[in-house]
């Protein structure tokens, strides 16, 4: 759900109402139900009218079940609505809970349930028109869904469920109070169509039988076009059923306890149960696919979070170094003007190495930012040797302070590569800082080795070699994985961020270890063609 109260897109997975039925669902209710359907309307039919023995537990049973799988029904489409917030499903909802309340003072008018002989309230006429109100009503609901439950007109509430819901149901008992009311008080004034406790009389046809076929009829035909979903399919069987049970039972002389009553109580109970059961078993499908919800959001959720992991050890880990490389030049300025005769010019040269720092660092950022924006990945032509003698100028301080011997060999002029010109000096800062941790705790001669070379006509190949500790070979698998490190204030960034660098450049990157000893860090870049 989302924040101004409609209804999230994903919210429909958990909305099985409004799904598409299985191809199980669509056979089972529009071929095996209306068939079985036809089978019992053509078997019972000519028998309907044989009077049977009145079973005394079967009335109570029946409503009680009636009772207990609308409410079911209605909890179930009140906990969809509360979901999706349809106006459709708040009306089919409360036409379920209208079709069980109806059922209380039904029971209670019923002769000779509870007295024998005579109703506990009510009068002859009050259990027929209870009846009829109560099916009457039950199609007026189906109908109201079928024509809300269209996109244009089905517009989703907006604030409290529980307020609609509360609001409805007080609404829908409002008026089975004041029917029943009508049904009970001024039962000798309603049409006749009961003449005795078991005969209805030829006005039934009227008041009964034409104003509920023709309300499921137009039901039917409403709901066809819902057969898509569903409790449109459903509700298309429920009214086709009540449709079919017309005939079986108002003609051609309606009276309780015959064949073609106890047929169409019990169609009805089949009917009512099958919507339950379906509902019942979209529910249990639903839970898996929740869980795989859930669970696909756990994991997107924690991988953002490595994500953003990842991005600020990135940050952190490529702007430390040109702080670093400010910071020392800032202090090795102060000491040129601490002098008792400052040395002016060269703190000129450190200030303005500090400002190509400065710059450097807002590049990187920059750059960074760019690698996760789609259009932002600039690409120039630039010369790889020019680069390569740039950056290591950047470092060359840094470089003598830790006795390291720098080699540059290029084997042309100039070589010009397609890239992003940052990213690329980020690359080459990244493996000559690595070559220089790794000699630093070597006493013998610290040599690093810049090379470029043109391989294959089209592509350039870098290397960065030093004679330091090298790779362990247990290492080298592992080594450009993001937060591999095994220096005790390393973050394991660096090789990571190369390797994601040289592949959005559609090069490679990869190490072999140098001779006699050190590592050799090489990588390709496509020659700038045209
Ligand atoms: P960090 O430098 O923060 O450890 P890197 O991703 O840059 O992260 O490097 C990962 C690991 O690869 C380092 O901890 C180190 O063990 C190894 N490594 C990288 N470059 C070299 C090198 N030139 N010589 C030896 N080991 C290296």
């Not at 009512?272 to 795989?292: A, C, D, F, G, K």
């Not at 003598?400 to 011997?405: L, T, V």
């Amino acid at each position: 759900m989302q924040a101004d109260g409609t209804p999230d897109p994903g919210d429909d997975a958990l909305v099985f109402t409004g799904a598409n039925p299985s191809r199980a669902q669509r056979l089972l209710a529009l071929g095996v139900v209306p068939g079985l359907l036809l089978l019992v309307f053509c078997t019972v039919r000519p028998f309907s009218a044989v009077q049977l023995r009145p079973v005394e537990a079967f009335v109570p049973f029946y409503v009680t079940m009636m009772f207990a799988t609308d409410v079911i029904i209605a909890v179930i489409l009140f906990s969809q609505f509360s979901i999706v917030r349809s106006r459709a499903l708040l009306v089919i909802a409360n036409g379920y809970v209208f079709a069980a309340l109806i059922l209380v003072p039904y029971i209670l008018a019923f002769p000779g349930l509870f007295e024998p002989g005579r109703a506990l309230i009510g009068g002859l006429q009050t259990t027929a028109w209870l009846y009829i109100l109560r099916h009457c009503g039950l199609a007026g609901f189906i109908c109201t869904f079928a024509v809300l439950n269209r996109t244009a007109t089905d517009m989703h509430l907006r604030g409290g469920v529980r307020r609609s819901i509360f609001l409805s149901i007080c609404g829908t008992t409002a008026i089975v109070l004041a029917l029943a009311t009508l049904c009970i008080a001024e039962h000798s004034m309603l049409p006749t169509t009961a003449v005795d406790d078991v005969h209805f009389s030829g006005g039934w046809l009227y008041y009964a039988g034409l104003p509920i076929a023709s309300l499921y009829s137009l039901a039917v035909i409403l709901l066809w076009p819902r057969r898509h979903t569903v409790l449109g399919l459903w509700l298309l069987v429920v009214a086709f059923v009540h449709l079919v049970a017309v005939p079986l039972s108002f003609f051609p002389s309606p009276s309780r306890f015959s064949v073609g009553w106890y047929t169409v109580v019990v169609i009805n109970l089949i009917a009512n149960s099958l919507v339950l059961i379906v509902l019942l078993v979209e529910i249990s499908n639903l839970y898996p696919r929740v869980m795989l919800a859930v669970r696909a959001q756990r994991r997107e959720r924690e991988a953002r979070l490595v994500t953003g992991d990842a991005v600020a050890a990135m940050i952190a880990h490529e702007v430390k170094q040109p702080l670093a490389a400010m910071i020392t030049r800032a202090e090795t300025g102060l000491q040129r003007l601490d002098q008792s005769v400052p040395d002016i010019a060269k703190a000129k040269q450190d200030i303005m190495k500090i400002v190509g720092d400065g710059h450097r660092a807002a590049g990187i950022i920059d750059s960074i930012r760019a690698n996760f924006k789609k259009d932002g990945r600039v690409r120039t032509g630039m010369d790889i040797n020019h680069l390569i003698r740039e950056t290591t100028d950047v470092i060359s301080d840094d470089l003598d302070k830790r006795r390291i011997a720098l080699e540059i060999e290029t084997g042309a002029a100039s070589l010009v590569v397609t890239g992003n010109r940052t990213q690329v000096q980020q690359v080459l800062l990244n493996l000559i800082a690595n070559a220089a941790d790794s000699m630093a705790a070597d006493e013998g001669d610290r040599i690093l080795t810049v090379r470029s070379q043109l391989v294959e006509n089209d592509e350039v190949l870098v290397s960065v070699a030093d004679t330091g500790k090298g790779i362990d070979p247990q290492d080298l698998d592992r080594i450009f994985n993001p937060l591999f490190t095994t220096k005790t204030d390393g973050m394991g960034m660096g090789l990571s961020i190369c390797r994601s660098i040289i592949e959005a450049h559609g090069g490679s990157i990869w190490v072999t270890p140098n001779n006699p000893k050190g590592a050799v860090f090489q990588f390709t870049l496509s020659l700038e063609t045209g």
